[in-house]
Structures are given as structure tokens and as C-alpha cells.
């Protein structure tokens, strides 16, 4: 993604419309690869996610779809191999090595731009985890080729290159990039932005495995513990159900309990918009947007939201977008389905009680029969 | 010890403001800020020096305005300011970004002795990408350590480094060695006020300017838009979908929560269902 020192003018010109014809060395690259994450036995959703959106990009191009899976040796990528043949892939890449067993940058980088570099992938899509992050600027830096992070929509263009959109200025305008005269053209995308796609039950197709080219005395980093999240049990924002969250409109802290009374009475996660972070309202983890946590929640409250292109981002794979605001002009009514007009700060307690007392009713009625 | 610290000068992004007919940014005006992401990264940078000595370098690449972005960071207590300030420079995506910054780490080595840690934000504000430090990692040959909460362990002697990254479900303790490039994460200190004599320093200190050739780039096809594989093809503001929100009003007499949640189950029908059996502890 362009990080310009001084931005560049809105209306690009220059070599935006100047492409030139892809230079010869870089004409063997076909198909699109999945990089498949997958930490401590389990593979991130993310992954399945993006190989929906491969898929699509594959088909348009009439190419293949690669799943590449990099690990140690056993059970964990054995079975994150079979699953990407239910996602869709046409065939895997496996570096399999205990060098690989917990995430390294060194290592992981090694595996990848090996792979790259041997089998020639015209597009390279990772999740926009810290490890999918982590390993794509290391990567795209090392073929010296270009990287669009945390994309919100892929796309291929009628000449086949890949456009990738993404928000930017702070996430006030969206933008497309491309990567015109490289490769692989590169993106991440951010769990949840793209829709998982169906699973269904496949055998296992084409597999390559590749030799990892170092060995654990090349590699300087060392692993010397892993704590894992108390609360990672606990139900987690960007995989809930409904969410409930409040924005500079609630107007202080002590206001945002209003937002949690209301997640508590529906059963629902709650969380928050980028200021309320900035502000130290709210803790970074409850942050929805594009630097935040993405959602796809059957239900999505907003109380007190303006909804900046950034919040937007991160919540328009809701399924249903309520939003409550003062302004009847503020953008978040550009993309919520059901609006009312009104001061959250009033309308958030009344509306906690009439959902306790409506779920509550239901429950007793049930009872009752 | 030699610690550079990359930042960068972003606009204040609560300040931006798009034009309602003409869909460009609004820049008049609009503050800039050091972004607040360095921040954690200058104040570990300076904690590491007050304990083991040395020198902290901030450096940053921009226009020639930058330079208050630096002398800001002066206040704080870095040593020494670089600025990277070249029309060559301009229209840059991550690759070409840290392609110059990289090459400026290797001329203030070179001037002032070759650093043993470089430190960045988690990312800017602006930019968002996180791609800028691995990208200087990568150029400069240096371990790469991002998201990093928490420096548990150094020591220079040794040339080893401790540190606690974030990951996903978890955090990582790793020990790596000397050169590193550590990206911060936020929240992870609170930035020092600095001194009346950093202060006073600050106002004084003379900030170094550099072009591409002063930095020691040598290739200007690296550098800016000519050094950028990624370009930025259409900038515009999303489209407010095509159908437009229903306006929920409280009819006379009417009470407005339960008109919404009316609305909302005759949308979602199964919720109800769903929520009601969460709410009985199912």
C-alpha cells in the first residue's frame, strides 16, 4: 500500500495510466495462492475466508487455486491440507519441518519466498493477522514486489491485474491499488471481511511439498515460551453474533456503560469507535474498524456512531445495521438499514429494559407451556 | 549503544475532513502530530538508553515540515534528528519508503556508528499498512520483531535481546540478538514529558537535512513513485447503499425501543429465537 510521505493527489495521475507491458521474466507467474495460518494445531478462519475470495479471483483468471501450508511436520498441517481441498483448492504446497513449528519470521519468510521463487504464483493472499502482517512485509520486501494491506475488496481487472481496495487517508476515502509490473501482486485482508465460504467435503487433491532450504542453526531467533490468552475461550467480538457499540456520541465514559447494560441484556459483545480508543474510554481489544476488529454479526447496534469510512469498513458484512444518532446526516445512515433519530444517551437505557423484558417474557412464556 | 527511532509526521486524523462534492481531503489546516504509534517506540528507545547508555537518533522521512516532528521529538530527550526530505522521495508506497529509510540507517551507521537497535510503531495512523519496519528489517539484513509488548531482557555485552511479542491467541517470548529492528505495540509505557533542559536543547539543536544523496541512495529509481510497485489507481468515497435506511419514529403515543425491536426481529426472525434461549442460559 502507498504510504506517502506527502499523499498523493486524490485523482492519480502519472503512472497510474502510463502501465507498461509486464516485463518478460515475470510473464510464468500464474495462479493465486492462499497463504492457510495456522498456529498451535489450529488454522485462523481467515484462512478459509480468503480462499472464498481466491476462488472467485482464480475462476475470473481461469487459473488455479493454491492453498500453501507451512509447519511443522504432523496432524495440524496434515489436517489444515485435507480442509483446503473443502475450501476450494485446487492443489497445496506443504513446507513441512520442525524448524516451522511455532511462527518466525526468519523461517517463515525462508519458506515463503522459496516457494514463491520456485513455483511462480501471480497472487500471494494472507490474513491481516499479526503473523499474516508480520510475514507479508517481510516477504513482499524480500521479492521486492508490492503488498495492499488489509484490502476490503479483491477484485480482477479486464487486463487480469489485481485490484485491490482498500481505506485510506486515515480511512476517510477508499482507494485501489495495483501492482502492475511485479510479482506476485500481494494483499492481506482482515479476518471477517471476506464472507466463509461453504465447505464441502472433498478428497484431497494435488499436493507439492517443498523442502524448507534452512536448517534451526541458520535461524537467530528462539521461542522461549508462549502464554496463551487467559480470556481466548471467551466469545470473541469479530466471531459474535450481535454486537452492541458506542461512539463519541455517548458523550463520556461513564456513558459507555449504557453500551455494555445493553450488550449484557441481549447476550451480545460489545465494543467501540476508534476515538473512544484514542481516548482511553475503552480498552484497544473492543475497537471496530478497519484497525480494529472487523465484524459479521447478525445484528449490529451503533449508539452515538457518526460512522467514519473506517468503523464502515469493519462493520458492513453485518448482516442487519442499526444505528442511533442524533445527526440525520451523519454517514453511518449511508449504510445502516434501520436508523433512528435520537440522543443514544436517552434511547440506550429504555431500549436495555424493553430487550430484558421482552427476552425474559419469552423465556417465562416458554416456561409457563 | 546507537538506537535509531523511525517516525513519522501524519495529520491529526480526527481532523481530516473530506470535501462533501469533490471527494478530496480537506488539508487545510489539519494539525499534524508525530504519530502516536512512535511514541512508544521513542519512549522505549530513550528507557533502554537512560539504563544502558548511548545515543538515540530519531529520523524520519517527509517534507521539510517534518522538521517540527523531530524537534518535537528532541524535546523528549533524543539526541540527535535526522530529516530525509527530498522531492525524489515523493509519491513513495512501503517498498519505497523503506527502501530510503533503510539507506539512511546505514549513513547515520556510518556517521555516527552503526546502530544496535532500530525501533518503529506498531504503524501510522495514516497509513495503516504495518509494512514500513518489516521492510527496513528486510533491507538492512536485521532480526525482525514486530508487535512487541514488552523488552524483558537486554543485554549490549551479550549482544542478546528478550522480548514479549503479541500473537495471535497468545504471547510469544523470544530471544533474539543484536542488530533488531523491534516494532512497538501501543500502550505498552506512557511517553515522558522530557525536561526543561531537553527542552531548551530541543529549541537549539540543529536538525539534520538530508536529500536521496546526502543519505547515500545511489539509485534514484528506488526512491519515490519510479521506485513503487504498488500504485494507487482511483481514490473515491464509498456510495451509500442503494436502498436507504428505514427511519424508525415513535408514532403517537408510541414507544421507540419497542418500535425498534420489532423491526429488528421482523428482520431477523430466527434471532429472537436465539437470543431468547441465551437470555434462559441455554
Redesign the interface.
Known amino acids: 500500500m502507498s504510504e506517502p510521505t506527502t499523499p498523493k493527489a486524490p485523482a492519480a495521475g502519472g503512472r497510474a495510466s502510463t502501465k507498461k507491458e509486464l516485463p518478460e521474466h515475470f510473464k510464468a507467474y500464474k495462479h493465486v495462492w492462499v497463504f492457510i495460518e495456522q498456529e498451535r494445531g489450529q488454522v485462523h478462519p481467515v484462512s478459509w475466508e480468503l480462499m472464498g475470495a481466491g476462488r472467485k479471483l482464480a475462476d475470473k483468471l481461469g487459473v488455479e487455486l493454491a492453498a500453501v501450508v507451512v509447519g511443522a511436520e504432523g496432524e495440524t498441517v496434515r489436517g489444515a491440507v485435507a480442509e483446503s481441498f473443502c475450501y476450494g483448492a485446487d492443489l497445496a504446497y506443504v513446507v513441512a519441518d520442525p524448524v516451522l513449528t511455532d511462527y518466525r519470521n526468519e523461517a517463515y519468510t525462508a519458506a515463503m519466498t522459496d516457494l514463491v521463487n520456485t513455483y511462480k504464483p501471480e497472487i500471494l493472499l494472507l490474513g491481516a493477522t499479526t503473523l499474516g502482517r508480520d510475514l507479508a512485509g517481510a516477504v513482499a520486501t524480500t521479492l521486492l514486489t508490492g503488498l495492499t494491506a488489509d484490502s476490503t475488496e479483491l477484485d480482477v481487472d479486464a487486463d487480469g491485474s489485481l485490484a485491490a481496495t482498500r481505506p485510506t487517508f486515515g480511512g476517510s476515502l477508499l482507494c485501489t491499488i495495483y501492482t502492475l509490473n511485479y510479482r506476485p501482486q500481494m494483499a492481506t485482508v482482515r479476518p471477517r471481511v471476506m464472507p466463509m465460504p461453504i465447505r464441502v467435503e472433498k478428497p484431497i487433491g494435488r499436493v507439492i511439498e517443498h523442502k524448507l532450504g534452512v536448517v534451526e542453526a541458520d535461524i537467530v531467533t528462539k521461542i522461549l515460551n508462549f502464554i496463551p490468552d487467559r480470556d481466548s475461550n471467551k466469545a470473541n467480538l469479530a466471531y459474535a453474533d450481535v454486537v452492541v457499540a458506542g461512539g463519541m456520541g455517548l458523550g463520556s465514559p461513564e456513558n459507555f456503560q449504557l453500551v455494555r447494560n445493553l450488550a449484557v441484556a441481549m447476550g451480545a459483545e460489545y465494543g467501540c469507535s476508534r476515538p473512544l480508543v484514542q481516548k482511553g474510554w475503552v480498552s484497544s481489544d473492543r475497537q471496530i474498524g478497519q484497525t480494529g476488529k472487523t465484524i459479521r454479526p447478525r445484528l449490529y447496534i451503533a449508539a452515538g456512531i457518526s460512522g467514519a469510512i473506517q468503523h464502515r469498513v469493519g462493520v458492513e458484512g453485518a448482516d442487519l445495521i442499526v444505528a442511533i444518532n442524533t445527526d440525520k446526516n451523519a454517514p453511518i445512515f449511508d449504510f445502516a438499514h434501520v436508523g433512528i433519530v435520537t440522543d443514544a444517551i436517552r434511547l440506550l437505557p429504555a431500549l436495555t429494559e424493553a430487550f430484558a423484558k421482552r427476552l425474559s417474557a419469552h423465556s417465562s412464556d416458554k416456561l409457563a407451556s | 549503544m546507537h538506537i535509531v527511532v523511525c517516525i513519522?509526521q501524519?495529520?491529526d486524523?480526527?481532523q481530516?475532513?473530506?470535501h462533501p462534492v469533490t471527494?478530496?481531503?480537506m488539508r487545510q489546516g489539519v494539525p499534524t502530530i508525530i504519530n502516536?504509534y512512535d511514541l512508544f517506540a521513542l519512549e522505549e528507545a530513550l528507557r533502554l538508553r537512560d539504563k544502558f547508555g548511548g545515543e538515540v537518533t530519531v529520523l524520519t522521512?517527509?517534507?521539510p515540515s517534518?522538521e517540527d516532528s523531530l524537534r518535537k521529538a528532541l524535546t523528549f530527550g533524543a539526541d540527535r534528528a535526522v530529516l530525509l526530505t527530498d522531492r525524489f522521495?515523493?509519491?513513495?508506497?512501503?517498498?519505497a519508503?523503506?527502501f530510503a529509510l533503510a539507506t539512511a540507517i546505514t549513513k547515520i551507521g556510518e556517521t555516527w556508528g552503526v546502530p544496535d537497535l532500530v525501533f518503529t510503531g506498531k504503524?501510522?495512523?495514516?497509513?495503516?499498512?504495518?509494512?514500513?519496519?518489516?521492510?527496513i528489517?528486510?533491507?538492512l539484513g536485521l532480526?525482525?520483531?514486530?508487535?512487541v509488548a514488552k523488552i524483558a531482557e537486554f543485554d549490549p555485552a551479550d549482544r542478546t535481546i528478550?522480548l514479549?511479542r503479541?500473537?495471535?491467541?497468545?504471547?510469544?517470548?523470544?530471544?533474539?540478538?543484536l542488530p533488531c529492528l523491534v516494532a512497538m505495540l501501543?500502550?505498552t509505557n506512557e511517553i515522558r514529558r522530557g525536561t526543561m533542559v531537553d527542552a531548551l536543547r530541543a529549541a537549539r539543536a540543529e536538525v539534520v537535512k538530508w536529500n536521496a544523496k546526502d543519505a547515500g541512495v545511489t539509485d534514484l529509481n528506488m526512491c519515490g513513485?519510479k521506485g513503487?510497485?504498488?500504485?494507487?489507481?482511483?481514490?473515491?468515497?464509498?456510495s451509500?447503499?442503494s436502498?436507504k435506511?428505514?427511519?424508525?419514529?415513535a408514532g403517537d403515543g408510541g414507544?421507540?425501543?419497542?418500535a425498534?425491536?420489532a423491526?429488528?426481529f421482523s428482520?431477523?426472525p430466527s434471532?429472537?429465537a436465539?437470543?431468547?434461549a441465551?437470555?434462559?442460559g441455554f
Open positions: 513519522k501524519v495529520p486524523s480526527a481530516i475532513r473530506v471527494n478530496t481531503i502516536p522521512m517527509g517534507p517534518a522521495f515523493a509519491g513513495s508506497d512501503t517498498l519508503t523503506s504503524q501510522t495512523i495514516d497509513g495503516d499498512t504495518a509494512q514500513v519496519g518489516p521492510g528489517a528486510k533491507r532480526m525482525q520483531i514486530t508487535y528478550t514479549e503479541r500473537a495471535e491467541g497468545g504471547t510469544q517470548v523470544l530471544k533474539s540478538r501501543e500502550a513513485l513503487s510497485p504498488t500504485i494507487v489507481k482511483r481514490v473515491f468515497a464509498p451509500a447503499r436502498e435506511a428505514k427511519f424508525i419514529e414507544n421507540l425501543s419497542e425498534l425491536i423491526e429488528i428482520r431477523q434471532l429472537e436465539d437470543l431468547t441465551l437470555a434462559r
